[in-house]
């Protein structure tokens, strides 16, 4: 069995987590060691919702399980296991989960979220 600290390969179960509101978790996968980028792990789970919001790193969403209604820019359309969001710096959005699964999105941000990491480590601590 690799080391889970190979800076190649990253597993999820080793990683830092933390929960920005009730009903969310997110997963930190990386962008803890100066990276550049940060690929988060986010889980919401059903009737659960992270409300409108905006940040000034670019964000692209990847839907790995369940559904949500999700708002970006004005828009709002429900979105499911397979499709991809594209968040823009500084455009607000919201997503609440639906149906009795948890909501989960893989996402990519640049630059790095230092604001998770922060929240990250304080309630890791």
């Known amino acids: 069995m690799e080391s889970n600290k190979d800076k190649y390969y990253v597993h999820p179960d080793s990683v830092l987590r933390f929960s920005p509101m009730d009903g969310?978790?997110?997963?930190?996968?990386?962008?803890?060691?100066?990276?550049?980028?940060?690929?988060a792990l986010t889980t919401i789970q059903p009737g659960y919702?992270?409300?409108?919001?905006?940040?000034?790193?670019?964000?692209?969403?990847?839907?790995?399980?369940?559904?949500a209604r999700m708002k970006i820019g004005g828009k709002e359309r429900v979105i499911e296991k397979g499709e991809v969001c594209?968040?823009?710096s500084n455009v607000p959005h919201?997503?609440?989960?639906?149906?009795?699964?948890?909501f989960v999105m893989l996402d990519i941000f640049h630059p790095v979220?230092?604001?998770f990491i922060a929240m990250a480590k304080k309630q890791n601590s």
Do not use: C, N, W, Y
């Open 49 to 67: 919702e992270v409300p409108e919001h905006k940040h000034p790193q670019e964000q692209i969403g990847i839907v790995q399980a369940g559904k």
């Open 113 to 115: 979220r230092e604001d």
């Open 24 to 39: 969310v978790e997110t997963a930190l996968l990386t962008g803890m060691s100066g990276e550049s980028m940060m690929l």
């Open 86 to 88: 594209i968040f823009p």
């Open 94 to 102: 919201s997503a609440k989960a639906l149906g009795d699964k948890p």
